[in-house]
Structure formats: C-alpha cells, structure tokens
C-alpha cells in the first residue's frame, strides 16, 4: 500500500493542490483568496502535466546534448528517445502558464473595479451590498 | 386564373395583407375595401371550384415545401371546400361590416388621434384581419399535418393582437389567455403529430390510415382530440371561452366561432376519415362530453344579462352540437355535424355582429337596459331574431335540415347503444328547447318590451338602424343561410360525396 | 532525479499552498504564493522540466507576485478569513 | 485558396486586431470601420469553407506544414464549417450595430474595445477552426479572457458578475485542460482524430471515464447548462449591449459545438451512452434547465436578464438534442445552434436598441415602446415567435426535431418538458410585448382627452439594419431549414446513430 | 456556501483517486504519452529545425500556432487591462 502511494506521490501532491486551489476558489470570502486558489489551482495542473512528461532510466532534460553540427549531418541514428524527457507537456505548460499568469491579471483589474464600486473584497459584504442597492 | 385555383385562395388574403402592410399611409380608410374585395375574389373561386367538385372533381394541387416530408399539398374536395367557402363568404362580410365598426372601437380606445396614427390603427386590423382567412383556408385545405399546424398556429396570432388592440375593458388579459390556451391545444397537436411521424414516417394525412391498429394510435387520438377540443373549447376545456368571448371586437366575433369550430373539421379530416375503428373508442366519452357541454353552455347562457356574453356562452353550446355530432359516428350525423357547424358560424356571425351593432349604437352592453328597441331598429330585431332563429334550428334556416340530420344520426347510435346512448340522443334533443328558450327570451328583453328611457343618453346619436354597410353583409349571410335552408341538397350532395364513402351506418 | 528531496519539495509546496489561502494577510499571502511558486519551480526543474520552471520563475514568482502585490497595493490588505 | 481560408479565418481578426490599437492611436474614428471590414473576410472564408465541404467533403489544413498528430491540423468538417458561418456572420452583423452603442456607453474606450471585440471573434473562431484538443484551451482562453474585459465595463453589478464569471470559467476551462491531460496520458496525441482512432481500447479504462467526466464537466460550466449556470444570467446581463449582442449568441453555442465534438467526434458516441450514462445525466439536466431557466426568466423585471435566464433555458435544448443520442435529436440540437445564434442575437440586439433610447431595460418602464420604435418591436416579436416555436421560424424546425428526437428514443417526459417550455416561453415574452404594445392604452371608450400623438423615435440606422437582418435570418433559416439540414447537418451525425 | 464547497471538492477528488489507479506508471518510458507522438520530436527536432533545446523547437515550430495564440492571450491580457482600468476623464468619477 505504502509503496503504491509513493510510487504515484506526485499525482498525490497534484490532487492535493488541486483540491486545495478548487476549495479556496469555491469556499473563501475573500476575492483575493479566491484568485490565489486560482493560482494554485493552475500550477496543480501544470504539476500533473509536468509529471506526465517525466522518464524515469537516466532521462535527462531535453535540450540536446553534444556537438549539435555533428548531429545536424549524421542524421538521428544517434538520438535516443529513451535519453530525452518527452518535452511536450513541457511545450503545452509554457502556454498554459501565460495564460494563467494573463487570467490572474485580468482577474486582478477586475478586482480592482470591484473595489472602486463596493470598497469592500469580501464577498458577502458585496452580496448585502448589491441586495440593498439592487445593484 | 382558374390554374392554381386552391393556392390562390390561400394566398390572396396573405397578398392583400401584405399590400395594406406597404400602404397603409396612402391606402387608410380603403383597407377595409381591399380587404373585402380581395376576399370577394376568393370567395368567387371557392365558389368556381365547388362547382367543378360538384361536378364530381376532386382538385389537388401539390407544391413541394423545402422538404420532402413537409408538403404544402392542396386538396379541394366535397368536404373541404363547402367549409372553406361559407368561411370565406363570412370572412368577407364582416371585412364589410367592421369597416365601421373599427372606426367606432378606434374612438372609443384611442379617443382622437391624429390622421397619421388613426390611419395606422385602422389599417393594422386589416392587416391582422386576414390573417383569418389565411388560416382558416390553409387548416380546410391542406394535406399535410405540419402544414396544417402551421395555420392552426397562425390562427391565434391575429387572434391575439386584434383583441389586445381593439377589444373591451380586459382585452390585453384575455387575449393572453386565448394566446396561452391556443399554444396548449397547438403543443398537443404537434406533439400527436410527431408521434404519428415516428411510427408511420410520414405527415401526410392520407397516410395516416398505415397508423390503424397500432398500439400508439390510441395515444395520438387522444392527443389530437385534446388539442381540438381545447380549441372547441368543451367541457373541461371550456374556461377561456366565455372571457375571450365577451372581450374581443364584435367584428372578429363570428370568426372566433370559426376559429373553436374549425376544429370539428379537423376531427372528421384526420381522425375519423383515416383511423375510424380506432376512433371509434373515443365515440363514448365524446358523446358525453358533447352533451355536458350542450347543457353547461345552455344554462350559462341563460344566467347572462351582458349582451356580448351572452352570445359568447351560447357558442360554448352550439359548439357541441358538431362534435356530438361526429362523435355519434354515423354517415348522417357526420354530415348534420358539418352542416351544423356551417349553420352555426353562420348564425353566430349574424347573432354577434348584432350585437355589435347594439353596443355601437346605443353604448351599453347589459340587455336588462334595453328594451323596445324594435320600433327604432326594425332591420336590427330582424336580424337578431334571424339569429335567434339559425341557432335554435327554425325552418327556413340552413340549420333546421342541420339538426334533423344531426339528431337522426344521433338517435341512430343512441338506439343501438341502448340505454346509455338513447338517454344521452334525447337529453340532447331536449338541450335545443334551451337554445329556444335563451334566444328568443333575449330578443324579447332587447327589442320588445318597455324602451328604457334612459338609453338615449348613452347612445352616441340617435337610436337608428345603423349604416348599411353594415347591415348588408349581414342581411345576405342570413339569404345564404335561408337558401341552404330551403336547398339543403346543395350542400349535403358535396358532403355525401366524401362523408358517404365511409364504412358507416 | 532523487525522490526524497522530491518528496521534501512536495511537502514544502503543500504546506505554502495551505498557508497561503489560510494567512489572513492578503500581503503575506501573496508572498507565501510567490514563495509556493518558488518551490514550484524548484520541483520541476528536478523532474527535468527546466523551460517551464524558467517560465515559472519568471512569470509566475516573478509577474504573478508583483502584479498581486500591486493589486492588494491598491485595495485592501486584510482578509476575514 | 479553399485551403487557405481555414487560417485566414484565424490570423485576419487576429492581426488586425493588434492594428487596431496602432490606427486608433492615430485616429479613433477608423476603428469602427476597419473593424467591419476586417470581420467580412472570416465570413467569406468561412463561406467558402462550407461551400469545399459541402462540394469535396472534410478537408485539413496543417498549419506551418506540420503532418498531424506532430504538428497543429486544422481539421474542416460540417459541423466546423457550419459553426464558424454561424459565428463569423453574427459577428459581422454585431460589429456593424456595434458603432452608436460603444460611442455612447464607452466613448473614451473605443480602441481597446474594438481590438478586445477582434480577439473575441478570433477566439471563438479558433475554438471551431482547430482540431487539436490543447489549441482548443489556447483559443477557448483568448474568447474568455477577452469576454471577461468586455464584459466587466457594463453596468453597475458587471464587475462582481464578471469576476463569479472568472472564476467558473477558469474551472470550467482548466477541468478541460485536466481532461486532455488525461486523454494525453492514455494516447499520447493531442490530436481529435488520432485520439480518437487510439482511444476505443481503452474505453473501460478508469483513466478515460475520468477524463470525460471532467472535460464534459468543464465543457458544461462554459455551456451555463444547469446546475452549473449560476454565473451566466449575471454577467450576461451585466454586459454592454454589443457585448451582450455578441456574446449571449455565441458563447455558450460555442460551449454545445465543444459539447458535440468532444462526445461524438473524440470519443465515440458509444462512450458517452453506454460505457458512462453521461447522455442520461444531461438529459435530465438539460430539461430541469429548460424548466428552471424559464421559470426564473419569468420572474425577472429586466429585459436583459430575462434573456439571460432564457439562455439558459435554451442551452438546455441543446444539450438536451445532444444527450438524447439519436438522429433527430442531434439535428435539432445542431439547427438550435444556427436557431439560438440568430434568435438570441436578435432580442440582445433589441434590448441593447432599448437601453441605447431609454437608458434602462426595465420590463414595466416599456410602455407604447410598439409606437415609437415600431421597427425594432418587430423584430423582437420575430425573435419571440422563434423562441416559442411558431412557425415558420427557425424556432420551430429545431423544436420539432427535438420533440422528434425525445420521442425516438420514448422519453416522453422530456417530451411533456419540451411542450411546457413553449408555454412558459409564452408567458415570458409575450409578457413584454404586451407591455410594450398594449399597456398605457387608456381602457375606457369614453376618453375625451384630445389628440395624442405617438412621434416615431427609432434607433439610428446602423442599429436597425442589423437587428432587422437578424430578424430576417430567423425567418430565412426558419424557411429553409429542410435545405441547411439536408446539405449540412445530416452529414454531422455520426454514422452509429 | 463553505458545504457546497465541500461537497464540490470531495466529488472531484474522489473521482480524481479514481482516476489515478489505472494510470501508466509514472515515468515509464514506454507509456503511451512517452510512445506515441513524442519520440519524433526528440529524433527529429534538432534535424528539423536546427535547435538543440526540444522544447523551443516544438514550441516555436510544430506547434507554432499555440505559442501564436499564447502571444494573443497576453496581448488580450494587456489590452483587458487597459480597457478595464484606465480612469474615466472629466471627472466623471464611479
């Protein structure tokens, strides 16, 4: 049992966060809160595709190693794929953190309205305030 | 002109509508003309076409809509087009007769507006107007189930803006309620009408014999046979028709009896022509319901004192008369139930627009202040008691031969389904000695009688036949109704033609 | 890669993703994020992601933190909760 | 050049809409119209994508010339070519009807606005064009990011809304990511169709079943299909007009294409019915959403947001057409999308023409609106009839195939749900127009005040014209439906069914 | 609120354990993700393209377009930002 939970711990971890990012985003009052659960929640998804990308045998990172000329004119008998992390995931994780980096952003101006309008951040303080003003 | 001849009936109103649409600042007032003419026209070739059906044609016409399985297939025959041309004949007078009643409702709602937005209000009930007649041609005329939904559907639209816009105090309600009902009745039919597609494939209606003895048959009977009754609005459908009733224009007042009667068609086209042995189940409980629908309506009737209301009940009544009619489900009773039904309309029209002219020259709707309005009105008491005469089946009107045939047939299945039948045929008889008792006792009070003084104070001039233009159609409704009286073979060979072919008694 | 310094690693990014959604201030909180994303990128380097955790760093630590900063900056820096 | 249009749709919005901050900063004036030309060239190449479909069947574009599963494929079928004439032609049509509204709701953000307005359009074509799941997330992404700026400068509530909005959305689209992340781990290919190809062995994988509950999951927060709708009505409503215009079409439409393609394009439709009773469930979501959404949108007092809760409503069609799984039921899910694009885009329109005369959307202040805007009234009342299905609107084709459909496969209680939703659909709409046409009117005929005038008081003409054309693409899609069905969308059911 | 949120979490996390069990194991390199379209990057990109790191390889060439969209979010970002904060003139103020 132990084994098989460390055998996978980092799919544990990334539930973990996961869960920890949705519970502060659904849960927490606070406006802030709730987007720093977004980013956690972000980064656990970016943990799991990470974890997808990995070999375990003596994979290393994949930027070439060696004379990269040579290489370029013998063709790619040389290459082996066991030796190179699946850089993929990789690939997609650089776009998926822009993106999150981009929603935080655009979060955070819209935070800042809300704050201009309510002078407030906590979220059941505005619900009473839109309900007295029907806004 | 004679190519196309059912399309054309179908489409000129739309036409008509659409011009009135475009012109309406340069056309104002000449609406009503247009409209009447253009009815005129069709009802001359509903009458060209009768007479080759008389002749022993059956005309179809077959236009391909954009899909194979929805066609807009025309079919004239000894059934559909007598309907369609007595509708059509009545469309086409009371499109004369509310030339003035509409200038009268637009004063009375709107007070005085300037030319630019009178003209926009007169001729927006034009444009409304015939949307009727399209949709009751399309409903008698087509083959097709969608296609007929599609003008059973249309039918309410004009329904509702016109009474929105020109009826009495409740108006914008009770339009609502006849909106929601018609939708409810129109939601059942749809859905009867998909559940016939999925067993048999298609919407066609002479199709729909392949659904005999199917399982399903007796679900999507019954699905059809709400939505229609809903729209004959009988027992236990019957609640908004007593309010839509008393609050529309008295214009529209006839074809609104059109509009719940129509529905009778609709049964004996696509239910007892196509699935007899299966409709047969329903005979029954449709003859009950016909009859607790005859004497609910009888004695509401005879409960009302306001004049528009008054009429409106009565239909509740008559209406039943054609499904008890059909329900008996004999060659005679089918044909009585159609010819009754035309009688009705007929009479109903008469009866309403009356009325009408009541409420537009003296100002007042309670009947208890009225009285001795006959040395005044002579052609007025005259046509209410005509009236009075179609509904409760008096020779020489079309629906005294009506009703015997209906009763005939009745009294048929009422013997063979002894007791219960029988009991069910003489109530309903007697029912009639109801009609005779509200009608007539309401001319007597309206007409007869001491004059109540006061009337003239409410009257917006003095007490006096009203225009001719307004009486004519109606007096020649009322010579139609006389010479199918006197000559019901005209009508009964062009029924007995498609009715007769049924495997009935 | 070796898996204890993994597993220590994860732990560390556990226990500031707690912190940081538990802190009642916003401030500290957007610190100990910057702080989890810190460890974040320390994480996938070891798992031989080293573009992402570059990006990380720099996008997420770095941007991510200050435009936080500046936003709590401009609102309010203590939470109920 | 047939080939090329599946990236000219993408990369002209997108490049113009970096130009558009660049010409604005020159002169704001040219926005507005570089931004009309600039949405003409999507349709046309979208047209003549439907028109290569329609004559040689689905083709594929790979972009930088990259074969598929490596490089991004850009995989042209009816339902993309389809979708993307629905979603470039609405955006024409709003972009036009967009001037008068900006200049008076945001006069001093003319640019940013336009340039976010492209990027929306850009997304929301992209999210149709692609045929690679991770591109989807990248262009799912812009479309929301943009909407969330668009969205959050609307009236009062818009920001609060809009921030439930991020927060939902992110989920929404980051259970998507998870869900790919998941098809990835099992296939190896990002690729639709050569996931799907590597899929079917390991449907009764935990690993799959995981990745398709969450994708449809994210798919339907994105879709406000019930009980997952509670942001929708808010931010929609929120919205600016041409914002609205734009997005209460399109938005969620886009979500029930995602919805569509992932259940019967990536996985096979035996997935989704047999393996997981994933259709089951959203059946039954999809008829309390019909019900709920239009219960709710009865009760509300603001034009705007009664349309918001209706979309909700109307989403549920859909995703009821979709659940049902079977032919009528997709064809009427499928032509509600072309039905609800036009439908809801006309009504925004409308109620944006309101606000933009009266400076409110409340229902009870509409009074006599039929005799001053009698144009605009129409249209709405098209817009009504399409929504409660009277012939012969499009409305009406999209109901019947639904009623079809639920009836094919005997659930007749959706049947009975599809048939009540027309009434209270009645009950709603024609709630405004009664007030709009027929309230104020003085209901006694013994009035004697002289002389009321109604002075005629219509919006400009580049609002009109739009709402007219949607109203007349109600009509038109309405009339021609057996066509669009018979060329188009029978061939997007899949072959099982 | 706080129980919706709950209940929301121990769904998701339950189907989530759920889903980990059948996964491949972690980091073998003859899973499918490792297999399938992967190994071709890793043979080909530096041939290709002629850069030595993969990853920028594939990010900035076979799958160009995301990185394309990537730049657009940032820019939809910036331009957000923009819309959303800059102040009203005027004092026409909130």
């Given at each position: 049992m132990l084994e098989y939970i460390i055998s996978k711990y980092n799919f544990w971890v990334y539930i973990i966060l996961l869960l920890i990012g949705l519970y502060a985003m659904l849960g927490k009052k606070n406006l802030v809160k709730k987007l720093i659960g977004m980013n956690i929640f972000q980064s656990a998804v970016i943990l799991f595709y990470v974890s997808i990308g990995v070999k375990k045998g003596g994979a290393t990172v994949p930027i070439f190693m060696g004379d990269a000329h040579a290489a370029h004119g013998h063709g790619q008998a040389i290459i082996d794929v066991a030796s190179y992390i699946n850089p993929l995931p990789h690939v997609l994780m650089l776009t998926a953190i822009v993106v999150s980096i981009a929603t935080t952003g655009v979060a955070l101006a819209v935070l800042i309205l809300i704050f201009r309008r309510y002078k407030t951040l906590e979220l059941d303080e505005i619900i009473k305030i839109r309900k007295d003003t029907g806004v | 002109?004679?190519?196309?001849?059912?399309?054309?009936?179908?489409?000129?109103?739309?036409?008509?509508?659409?011009?009135?649409?475009?012109?309406?600042?340069?056309?104002?007032?000449?609406?009503?003309?247009?409209?009447?003419?253009?009815?005129?026209?069709?009802?001359?070739?509903?009458?060209?076409?009768?007479?080759?059906?008389?002749?022993?044609?059956?005309?179809?016409?077959?236009?391909?809509?954009?899909?194979?399985?929805?066609?807009?297939?025309?079919?004239?025959?000894?059934?559909?087009?007598?309907?369609?041309?007595?509708?059509?004949?009545?469309?086409?007078?009371?499109?004369?007769?509310?030339?003035?009643?509409?200038?009268?409702?637009?004063?009375?709602?709107?007070?005085?507006?300037?030319?630019?937005?009178?003209?926009?209000?007169?001729?927006?009930?034009?444009?409304?107007?015939?949307?009727?007649?399209?949709?009751?041609?399309?409903?008698?005329?087509?083959?097709?189930?969608?296609?007929?939904?599609?003008?059973?559907?249309?039918?309410?639209?004009?329904?509702?803006?016109?009474?929105?816009?020109?009826?009495?105090?409740?108006?914008?309600?009770?339009?609502?309620?006849?909106?929601?009902?018609?939708?409810?009745?129109?939601?059942?039919f749809i859905l009867a009408a998909l559940m016939t597609y999925s067993q048999i494939g298609s919407f066609h209606i002479s199709d729909l014999s392949a659904l005999a003895g199917n399982p399903m048959a007796f679900w999507i009977i019954l699905f059809f046979l709400v939505a229609l009754l809903v729209k004959m609005a009988i027992v236990p459908f019957q609640v908004w028709m007593p309010q839509v009733h008393a609050e529309h224009p008295t214009?529209?007042?006839?074809?609104?009896?059109?509009?719940?009667?129509?529905?009778?068609?609709?049964?004996?086209?696509?239910?007892?022509?196509?699935?007899?042995?299966?409709?047969?189940?329903?005979?029954?409980?449709?003859?009950?319901?016909g009859l607790a629908t005859m004497v609910y309506g009888s004695l509401l009737t005879m409960a009302q004192t306001d004049v528009k209301r008054f009429a409106a009940c009565s239909t509740i009544s008559q209406l039943a008369y054609s499904l008890l009619g059909i329900a008996a489900l004999t060659i005679t009773s089918l044909e009585g139930g159609m010819f009754f039904f035309l009688s009705h309309i007929m009479g109903k029209t008469i009866l309403f627009s009356t009325a009408g002219i009541l409420v537009y020259t003296t100002g007042i709707r309670d009947m208890r202040q009225m009285g001795g309005l006959a040395s005044k009105m002579p052609i007025t008491t005259a046509l209410w008691i005509m009236g009075a005469m179609m509904l409760s089946g008096f020779p020489p009107m079309s629906s005294f031969p009506a009703e015997w045939l209906l009763f005939t047939g009745v009294f048929h299945t009422g013997i063979e389904m002894m007791p219960g039948g029988l009991i069910i045929a003489i109530l309903a008889a007697t029912a009639i000695t109801l009609t005779v008792a509200y009608t007539f006792r309401s001319a007597k009070i309206i007409f007869f009688g001491k004059m109540n003084p006061d009337i003239e104070l409410h009257a917006h001039g003095e007490i006096k036949d009203p225009p001719a233009m307004m009486l004519i159609p109606l007096l020649f409704i009322a010579g139609v109704s006389i010479t199918l009286g006197l000559f019901p073979k005209i009508i009964l060979t062009l029924f007995h033609n498609v009715i007769g072919t049924l495997p009935l008694p | 890669m070796i898996w204890q310094l993994d597993i220590i690693l994860c732990i560390f990014v556990v226990i500031c993703a707690i912190a940081a959604i538990t802190v009642k201030d916003l401030l500290a909180a957007v610190i100990i994020l910057g702080a989890y994303s810190f460890f974040m990128c320390i994480l996938w380097t070891e798992m031989g992601a080293v573009d992402v955790a570059f990006t990380e760093a720099s996008v997420g630590a770095g941007v991510g933190t200050v435009l936080f900063i500046a936003a709590v900056n401009k609102t309010k820096r203590r939470s109920k909760d | 050049?047939?080939?090329?249009?599946?990236?000219?749709?993408?990369?002209?919005?997108?490049?113009?809409?970096?130009?558009?901050?660049?010409?604005?900063?020159?002169?704001?004036?040219?926005?507005?119209?570089?931004?009309?030309?600039?949405?003409?060239?999507?349709?046309?190449?979208?047209?003549?994508?439907?028109?290569?479909?329609?004559?040689?069947?689905?083709?594929?574009?790979?972009?930088?010339?990259?074969?598929?599963?490596?490089?991004?494929?850009?995989?042209?079928?009816?339902?993309?070519?389809?979708?993307?004439?629905?979603?470039?032609?609405?955006?024409?049509?709003?972009?036009?009807?967009?001037?008068?509204?900006?200049?008076?709701?945001?006069?001093?953000?003319?640019?940013?606005?336009?340039?976010?307005?492209?990027?929306?359009?850009?997304?929301?074509?992209?999210?149709?064009?692609?045929?690679?799941?991770?591109?989807?997330?990248?262009?799912?992404?812009?479309?929301?990011?943009?909407?969330?700026?668009?969205?959050?400068?609307?009236?009062?509530?818009?920001?609060?809304?809009?921030?439930?909005?991020?927060?939902?959305?992110?989920?929404?689209?980051?259970?998507?990511?998870?869900?790919?992340?998941?098809?990835?781990?099992?296939?190896?290919?990002?690729?639709?169709?050569?996931?799907?190809?590597?899929?079917?062995?390991?449907?009764?994988?935990?690993?799959?079943?995981?990745?398709?509950?969450?994708?449809?999951?994210?798919?339907?927060?994105?879709?406000?299909?019930?009980p997952l709708h509670a942001w929708a009505p808010n931010a929609y409503a929120d919205a600016p007009s041409t914002v609205s215009g734009l997005v209460a079409p399109l938005m969620t439409k886009v979500a029930a294409y995602m919805m569509i393609r992932i259940m019967f394009t990536v996985f096979k439709p035996v997935f989704f019915v047999e393996i997981i009773p994933v259709t089951t469930i959203l059946t039954w979501m999809a008829a309390v959403s019909i019900i709920v959404g239009s219960i709710y949108a009865i009760a509300q007092t603001d034009l705007k947001k009664m349309l918001s809760y209706s979309i909700v409503a109307q989403i549920g069609y859909i995703a009821l057409g979709i659940g049902l799984a079977n032919r009528s039921g997709l064809t009427g899910a499928v032509l509600h999308i072309l039905n609800e694009a036009f439908t809801k885009g006309c009504v925004f329109l409308v109620a944006g023409a309101i606000v933009y005369k009266m400076g409110s959307c409340n229902i009870n202040d509409f009074k006599d609106l039929y005799r001053k805007m009698p144009f605009t009234m129409s249209a709405f009342l098209i817009g009504a009839f399409s929504m409660v299905g009277i012939p012969p609107t499009c409305g009406f084709f999209s109901k019947i195939y639904l009623i079809m459909g639920a009836i094919n496969a005997e659930k007749w209680i959706f049947v009975a749900v599809l048939l009540f939703s027309s009434i209270l659909n009645v009950i709603y709409f024609f709630r405004v127009i009664k007030i709009a046409a027929f309230d104020e009117v003085i209901p006694d005929y013994s009035r004697t005040t002289p002389y009321i005038t109604y002075r005629l008081d219509e919006v400009p003409l580049s609002m009109l014209i739009p709402i007219l054309i949607m109203a007349a693409g109600i009509l038109v899609c309405g009339i021609f439906s057996p066509e669009i069905i018979n060329t188009v969308i029978q061939h997007i059911i899949p072959a099982s069914f | 609120m706080k129980v919706i949120a709950i209940l929301i979490i121990v769904l998701t996390g339950g189907l989530l354990i759920y889903g980990v069990e059948e996964m491949p194991d972690w980091g073998d390199p003859n899973s499918p993700a490792s297999s399938h379209v992967s190994p071709k990057y890793i043979q080909e990109a530096l041939e290709k393209t002629a850069t030595p790191n993969m990853v920028t390889a594939v990010l900035g060439d076979y799958r160009g377009y995301d990185t394309m969209g990537e730049t657009a979010v940032i820019f939809t970002a910036g331009i957000g930002c923009i819309l959303m904060l800059r102040k009203k003139r005027k004092g026409e103020g909130d």
């Open positions: - | 002109m004679m190519s196309h001849i059912l399309l054309q009936i179908v489409v000129v109103p739309a036409i008509a509508s659409l011009v009135i649409l475009l012109t309406r600042q340069q056309i104002g007032k000449n609406a009503g003309w247009l409209a009447g003419c253009s009815l005129l026209y069709s009802t001359g070739l509903l009458l060209l076409a009768c007479i080759r059906v008389y002749h022993g044609e059956i005309i179809v016409e077959n236009y391909p809509f954009v899909s194979s399985a929805i066609t807009f297939d025309l079919l004239g025959d000894g059934l559909s087009l007598p309907i369609a041309l007595i509708i059509n004949m009545l469309c086409a007078a009371l499109a004369f007769y509310a030339m003035h009643y509409v200038e009268h409702r637009i004063e009375a709602i709107y007070g005085d507006v300037d030319e630019r937005t009178w003209r926009n209000h007169y001729t927006r009930f034009y444009i409304m107007f015939l949307g009727f007649p399209l949709g009751f041609m399309g409903v008698c005329l087509v083959t097709n189930l969608i296609a007929m939904y599609f003008f059973l559907e249309l039918l309410p639209i004009p329904l509702y803006f016109i009474m929105a816009m020109f009826g009495y105090v409740d108006r914008v309600k009770v339009a609502m309620i006849c909106l929601l009902w018609a939708i409810t009745g129109a939601s059942f214009c529209i007042a006839g074809l609104l009896a059109v509009y719940a009667n129509v529905a009778a068609y609709v049964i004996v086209r696509i239910l007892v022509f196509p699935l007899l042995d299966d409709f047969k189940v329903f005979s029954m409980p449709l003859l009950i319901l | - | 050049m047939a080939t090329h249009f599946a990236a000219l749709v993408i990369i002209i919005p997108l490049i113009a809409a970096l130009f558009v901050p660049i010409i604005g900063w020159w002169k704001k004036g040219l926005c507005y119209p570089l931004v009309v030309a600039v949405l003409i060239v999507p349709l046309i190449s979208s047209l003549g994508i439907l028109n290569r479909v329609i004559e040689s069947g689905p083709f594929s574009y790979y972009l930088g010339g990259w074969a598929p599963p490596w490089g991004i494929e850009y995989a042209i079928d009816y339902l993309n070519a389809f979708v993307l004439v629905i979603i470039s032609a609405i955006s024409l049509i709003v972009s036009i009807y967009s001037k008068k509204s900006v200049e008076k709701e945001m006069p001093e953000k003319v640019v940013p606005f336009y340039s976010l307005f492209l990027l929306l359009v850009t997304g929301l074509l992209g999210i149709v064009v692609t045929g690679d799941l991770f591109n989807v997330f990248v262009f799912l992404e812009i479309a929301a990011l943009s909407c969330y700026a668009l969205m959050a400068i609307g009236r009062d509530g818009a920001p609060f809304a809009t921030f439930r909005y991020i927060i939902m959305g992110t989920i929404g689209a980051s259970f998507y990511l998870l869900g790919v992340g998941y098809l990835y781990i099992i296939t190896g290919s990002l690729n639709m169709l050569d996931v799907a190809q590597r899929l079917p062995e390991f449907y009764h994988s935990r690993v799959v079943l995981t990745a398709g509950v969450f994708m449809i999951v994210g798919i339907g927060l994105k879709m406000a299909l019930y | -």
